[in-house]
Each structure stands twice: as C-alpha cells, then as structure tokens.
C-alpha cells in the first residue's frame, strides 16, 4: 500500500452520500475549515444538502457570515467519482445495504488517489465484506459516527482483517484532529459496540411495552432523568463501580450479581407485530406529536451544547482527578 497522506494535510474532503449523516459530516467538516467536495445519487441532493446544512448552522447559533463563510468551502460534484478524485479524504454514507456500499466504496476506491483513506460511515457491516475484492482494501475501514454527527464526539473505528495497521492509526489521528473521540475497536461484531448496546435496551422497552408493563413515555422519561444523565459522562463499568461503594465494583458483583440471572432482560428482538408497531407508533406520537420534528431536533441540539460545555467535551475523557483514564474504560 502506498504510503499515506498525512492527516494534517488534508484539506478537501469528499462526502459521498448526503443524506441525514452526510448532511452531518458535511457541517462539521466545513465549520472544521476544510473544503468539502460532496456527491449523492439522488436528483437534487444540493439544494437538499445546502438546507440541511443552513438548519444545523442555524441551530448551532452561527452568525450569518460564518455561516456564508463555511458554506464558500461547499461544491458538489456531479459522481462518485468525480468527489473522490478531487479529495484528500472520503466519508461514504451510502445507504446500509452491503452491496450498496460495496459496489460505492469500490467505485471510490477506483477513482481516489492511492494515497487517500476512505472511510464508511456503516453502522454495523463488517468492513471485512465491504472491502472484499477492493484492490485498495488496506486502505479501507469504518468510521462509524453517532447520530447528531456535528455535536456527538464518538467516532467507532472498526479495521477489517485487510485493512492496514497504519489505516487504522491514520484514521484515530485524524478523527481526533477534529474534534472527535474516536474508539477502536477489538472486532467487526454486528453493531459493532454502540449500536448493540443501544439496541439491547431498545429490544427491552419494546418488550415492556408489547407486555403493557410501560408505555413509551414512561420508558423515555425514566431513561432520561435516571440512568441516562449518567450515562453522559460515565459508562455502565464505571457506574457500577462506584454502585459498589468502598468496595467498587467487586462489591456489586458480591450484592447484585445473583440478580444477573435473574429475567430482567429478555434479550431477543420482540416480533415486530402490526399490533406491536401500532402501539409504539401511536404511543410515540402521542408523546412527541404535538411538536415538529425540527423543533425536537432543535431542542435536542440545545441541550447537547449544553451538556458538552458543562462536562468540558475536549478530545480525551478523564476521571474524577482530572487525569486522562485509559482509552476505551467509559463511553460518552
């Protein structure tokens, strides 16, 4: 593989596929100084992008010149390719369908010079497959952003087994570089580690709400005012540490770990009955309805600001002394 371009080089970067993700990445790259050269199949994708990108500006309280400012670095291209070859770096944000993706990155990977890494933002396909039969495979990995991808630091980055070792800390240095908390991790698990954590509890209130045992409303207020507000500064290990008392986490195992084995989860997905999905639609609406989406999204966006600048949100995360804690031993 060729010798790679330096992280602090780069300075165009390509966004291939605009939708919610792309849209995204495009206003952190561009409020970041970079120029953003961006693609999407579909007819019209610009003016879609230019109005995703102007609302995230305008919840992120950015005057109308920085604004004008950032959107100057903006260009669209009329391919695939034609965004990869003009870029020192690609976020693909195809759609998740393996051979989607597959058949887009390997249009990348044709078109990028050989120097350049490209990313794909799956949110659970082993890259492994993605990368299959890719001439530039080593070159290849995920880097899988949380949802909203302007403001959330967490970035998974996940190799597959061709993808060079140099790839991988290529990609950690650059995703720090802009501001992002980025995570390796140890294996191509489906879901990788976020999304199977998210969708274990997610799996769980469905069930409670299948069975009448809670509501939609009652599972997102308890998440919200309970664990939840933990959980944006510490991770389940860490909160059971402290759960422990003088005897930390050892001391939980000793007085909750009979409850372990106790049914607390039913672990596997509920069927998505129409009875079921019915449910939770018209319990969803019935909380949230009254409010547009873009007021909640808007809501959600004010409170994330807020929580990142009174936690401090910086590139590491530390412990309760103030001293950088070893990567990976709690999320945000």
């Known amino acids: 593989m060729k010798p790679l371009i330096e992280p602090g ?46 609302r995230i500006f305008g919840r992120l309280n950015l005057r109308a010149d920085e604004q004008a400012g950032h959107l100057s670095r903006l260009e669209f291209a009329g391919s695939a390719e034609g965004a990869a070859s003009a870029s020192d770096f690609i976020q693909e944000n195809a759609p998740e369908d393996i051979e989607t993706k597959r058949d887009t990155i390997a249009r990348l990977d044709a078109a990028a010079s050989p120097d350049v890494v490209i990313a794909s933002s799956s949110s659970g396909l082993p890259m492994s497959e993605l990368q299959a039969g890719c001439p530039g495979a080593g070159r290849l990995v995920v880097g899988h952003p949380f949802h909203p991808v302007y403001l959330l630091p967490l970035v998974e980055i996940v190799p597959g087994r061709a993808t060079a070792a140099e790839t991988v ?9 802009i501001g992002k908390f980025p995570v390796v991790c ?35 207020a308890v998440i919200s005012q309970g664990p939840g507000l933990r959980w944006s500064f510490m991770g389940p290990f860490l909160c059971y540490h402290l759960t422990g008392g003088e005897d930390g986490i050892r001391g939980s195992f000793e007085r909750f770990g009979a409850f372990l084995g106790q049914p607390y989860s039913r672990l596997l997905a509920p069927e998505l009955t129409e009875a079921l999905l019915e449910a939770v639609i018209a319990q969803t609406e019935g909380a949230y309805g009254d409010l547009p989406l873009a007021d909640i999204e808007a809501w959600r966006d004010e409170r994330l600001q807020a929580l990142l600048s009174l936690l401090g949100a910086d590139s590491e995360v530390v412990n309760l002394e103030g001293r950088a804690a070893p990567d990976g031993s709690h999320g945000r």
Do not use: C
């Open 9 to 54: 080089a780069v300075k165009r970067v390509a966004i291939v596929g605009t939708g919610l993700i792309g849209a995204g990445w495009t206003a952190l790259f561009l409020q970041r100084g970079y120029r953003v050269t961006a693609w999407d199949p579909s007819p019209g994708f610009e003016e879609a992008l230019l109005r995703s990108v102007r």
């Open 169 to 177: 800390s290529w990609a950690e240095t650059f995703y720090r570089g």
């Open 186 to 220: 140890n294996s191509e698990t489906i879901g990788y580690i976020g999304n199977r954590l998210q969708e274990a509890v997610f799996r769980e209130a469905l069930h409670m709400v299948e069975a009448g045992e809670a509501t939609v409303a009652q599972v997102d």
